[in-house]
C-alpha cells in the first residue's frame, strides 16, 4: 500500500489549507485511515481519524477547526484545516490500519505545513 500525501504549505495563521492523501488500491471501507502530525521538537502525534463506516475522531487541539473525510469519487483520503494557528506547523503524515487495530500499517512521506503569526 503506497500513500501519497499532497496539499502542504505555508499560510499565516486564520488561513487555510486542504490536505491530500492518495492510496491506490485501498478500498476505504476496509481500512482506518488517519492523519498524524510531528511538529518541531515535538512527537508524531495523531490528528485526526476515520473508520470504514465514516466514524471520525479529532484530537482536542483541532476539534472545531479539522475535518477528516474521504473522496470517494477521487479514491483520497482528505483534511481540511481551517483557523490554522503557528501551532498547527508540523510534518503531516498519512496513515492507514488495514485491521483497525490503532496500529497503522501504512504511512506516506509526509507534507510540511507552516503557518505563521
Known amino acids: 500500500v503506497q500513500l501519497v500525501e499532497s496539499g502542504g504549505g505555508s499560510v499565516q495563521a486564520g488561513g487555510s489549507l486542504r490536505l491530500s492523501c492518495a492510496a491506490p488500491?485501498?478500498?476505504?471501507?476496509?481500512?482506518?485511515m488517519a492523519w498524524f502530525r510531528e511538529g518541531p521538537g515535538k512527537e508524531r502525534e495523531g490528528v485526526a481519524s476515520?473508520?470504514?463506516?465514516?466514524?471520525?475522531t479529532y484530537a482536542d487541539s483541532v476539534k472545531g477547526r479539522f475535518t477528516i473525510s474521504i473522496d470517494n469519487n477521487k479514491n483520497i483520503l482528505l483534511l481540511q484545516m481551517n483557523d490554522l494557528r503557528p501551532g498547527d506547523t508540523a510534518v503531516y503524515y498519512c496513515?492507514?490500519?488495514?485491521?483497525?487495530?490503532?496500529?497503522?500499517?501504512?504511512w506516506g512521506q509526509g507534507t510540511q505545513v507552516t503557518v505563521s503569526s
Open positions: 488500491g485501498v478500498t476505504y471501507s476496509m481500512y482506518c
Open positions: 496513515a492507514a490500519d488495514r485491521f483497525c487495530t490503532g496500529g497503522y500499517n501504512y
Open positions: 476515520i473508520d470504514g463506516d465514516g466514524t471520525t
